[in-house]
């Protein structure tokens, strides 16, 4: 069923970041290789493994400030009939398309007016 079959991916090391690396909005990037390895020390089948509230929380207090970028909202997703997680690649084109361009656009603004 589901439940053995989330199971079953999630067994494998480094799943989750991998899930990760592929769904990450564009206007989070910069977070994806510390969250990445978040994820995959919080999200483990096996509980002797997996880390604790406190492992978490220290872990994420020592990471370094990341600044990011303010960019317009995107589109939203459409609702998916299955429970099935899908990479952004599924959207179609001109969704990925007008997102990277506001995200574009937006930095370009902010390098315009820092530069000014």
Do not use: Y
Request: aromatic share 2%; glycine share 4%.
């Amino acid at each position: 069923g589901l439940a053995s079959r989330i199971r079953s991916t999630f067994q494998v090391h480094g799943a989750p970041g991998r899930v990760l690396d592929k769904c990450t909005r564009l206007e989070l990037l910069a977070l994806r290789p510390d969250m990445s390895h978040v994820v995959n020390g919080l999200i483990v089948v096996e509980p002797r493994e997996r880390w604790t509230a406190k492992i978490a929380s220290s872990t994420v207090r020592e990471l370094p400030a990341v600044v990011l970028p303010k960019a317009p909202p995107c589109p939203p997703q459409p609702l998916l009939p299955s429970i099935a997680i899908s990479p952004p690649t599924s959207l179609p084109p001109t969704v990925l398309s007008a997102c990277a361009a506001s995200v574009s656009a937006s930095a370009s603004a902010s390098a315009s007016a820092s530069a000014s």
